[in-house]
């Protein structure tokens, strides 16, 4: 019996019918002009590949012409609007002066405000609207403006204000001073204390023409405080309120307060008055610092005579816990990591001997750090942490029985051109901070005068007298800190120079 074929046997050798028809209609005797036919197809085929390679070759070592485009644009520029800035306005105090309404606030007078422009026009009206009742009046926060360039738009015009005011009412003693400051929807006020004695308000100022709605975080000495009342506050257009920092948080040593605005900005304040037992001592305004930072620059820190403030320590009344004479830096940096901080106090113009420390800050903790042993004088406080944080220090000054502090915020650095006004007040002092490793020389010039150069050596800083209510612009340098301090006769107050208004740029618009 005949063997079957493998699988694969019978798929090679087996051809169906229709198949063996097709295969024997195409096959065909192989002649000569064949052969030929199929060599010149060869030819062919050989020939053009020949010319791909040529023409890849070509491509790579010929230079192709380059072709540029240029994306269609426009130029435009923003409808120029007034530069602005808020004055806080005048003193307040809680209760009227027969101690009626203790929960109102109330104003004690008004306060000197000066104003200056690179344009020459300055406009200034009143708040419209205020919880203590001042609105419309010369005691209300002052709003400032001036005119863009009518002919040239995109010119950048400052402005610049600074506020005083010398109190002498009853428990309400000393003297206070505050820049002019752009309203945010973003602050820090770093300063104050609601313990006996101490009365803190928050201010609120709305310049818009729109209300704004404020939510406030707090923090303390023991961490974040949770307090109805602090979101949703509605501040009215041309409108301020005034609100009780006790109100929220009674007993408070340490407070830390973070302002967040939407629909219209606000300049946030504190202002701050001391009472201790049955003699006044001292009020002041506390500006906002600038958002946290890896590095807090303190310029023009005013030390008083540590024997004066011993005089009034050692007085009966004045002897309280804890005892707010001492210069302090408060710090305070958000979060819940234990945060390096590296701390150098350095004499202003050299002299003197400063301080330099570290210290392991409790994130989400305010701590009040004493910086003890200084001479009197004048200094810079730099801070330094990995961790973003916000900072400020509290001085005292005496003379005789006449007292009175200062809370001295983190200013802004400063780049290629400011302007800032010296506010009236006893001796006011520019003090300017150098942060780089290169000298620097400032152009200090009155809007009304001849330039002054000065000349600041790296890491160092110096201090210029002024002329009080007169406008100064400074120009011709890289980075620098600035502040203004006013003393004499147991009074002090100090403010920050504060970064211009951002002006109308052209901005270049793609479809």
Not at 102 to 112: C, N
Not at 183 to 203: E, F, H, K, M, P
Not at 321 to 344: C, H, I, K, S
């Amino acid at each position: 019996m005949a063997e079957e074929p493998s699988g694969e046997e019978f798929v090679k050798n087996e051809v169906f019918p229709e198949q063996e028809e097709l295969q024997s209609s195409t096959r065909r005797p192989v002649t000569a002009r064949g052969l030929a036919i199929v060599g010149g197809r060869a030819a062919v085929g050989l020939a053009g590949v020949g010319v791909a390679a040529l023409t890849i070759v070509a491509s790579v070592f010929l230079q192709l012409p380059v072709v540029q485009s240029t994306a269609p644009s426009t130029l435009i520029t923003p409808v120029a609007t007034a530069q602005q800035l808020v004055c806080p306005g005048g003193i307040l105090r809680l209760a009227s002066d027969s101690g009626q309404d203790a929960t109102a606030a109330f104003g004690l007078g008004s306060a000197t405000v000066r104003s200056g422009s690179s344009s020459g026009s300055v406009d200034s009206v009143d708040a419209a609207a205020s919880d203590a009742g001042t609105g419309g009046t010369p005691a209300a926060p002052t709003i400032i403006s001036t005119p863009p360039d009518a002919t040239d738009p995109s010119q950048r015009i400052l402005l610049s204000g600074a506020q005083s005011e010398q109190v002498d009412s009853g428990d309400y003693v000393g003297l206070a001073a505050a820049d002019c400051g752009i309203a945010s929807g973003d602050s820090w006020l770093v300063g104050g204390a609601t313990t006996t004695g101490r009365t803190t308000l928050l201010t609120l100022t709305n310049p818009t023409e729109v209300s704004a709605t404020v939510n406030l975080e707090l923090f303390g000495e023991n961490g974040a405080i949770a307090a109805p009342g602090t979101s949703g506050i509605i501040v009215p257009a041309s409108g301020q309120r005034v609100l009780s920092l006790a109100g929220f948080a009674p007993g408070l040593v340490s407070p830390v307060v973070h302002v967040m605005s939407t629909g219209g900005q606000v300049q946030a304040t504190m202002q701050q008055s001391v009472l201790r037992g049955l003699d006044p001592g001292g009020i002041d305004i506390v500006e906002s610092s600038g958002s946290p930072s890896t590095m807090s620059v303190i310029p023009g820190v005013v030390v008083g005579d540590e024997t004066a403030i011993a005089a009034v320590r050692s007085s009966t009344s004045a002897s309280e816990v804890p005892d707010d004479f001492a210069t302090v830096l408060r710090l305070f940096a958000p979060g819940e990591e234990v945060v390096p901080v590296t701390v150098r106090v350095v004499p202003e113009s050299g002299s003197g001997a400063g301080a330099s420390f570290s210290y392991d800050l409790d994130g989400g903790l305010v701590t009040d750090v004493p910086i003890q042993e200084l001479e009197p004088g004048t200094y810079t406080v730099i801070v330094e942490s990995p961790i973003p944080s916000v900072a400020s220090v509290r001085a005292s000054s005496a003379a005789g029985p006449a007292t009175d502090f200062a809370w001295f915020t983190s200013a802004q650095k400063l780049g290629a051109l400011a302007q800032f006004t010296a506010a009236v007040g006893p001796n006011p002092v520019l003090h300017v901070y150098n942060p780089t490793i290169a000298e620097s020389t400032v152009s200090l010039t009155p809007l009304d005068g001849p330039a002054v150069s000065v000349v600041v050596a790296a890491g160092s800083s110096v201090a210029v007298a002024l002329v009080a209510g007169t406008s100064y612009s400074l120009g011709e340098f890289d980075s620098v800190h600035a502040a203004v301090s006013l003393t004499g006769n147991g009074m002090l107050a100090r403010y920050s120079v504060h970064p211009p208004g951002v002006g109308s740029s052209p901005i270049r618009i793609y479809p």
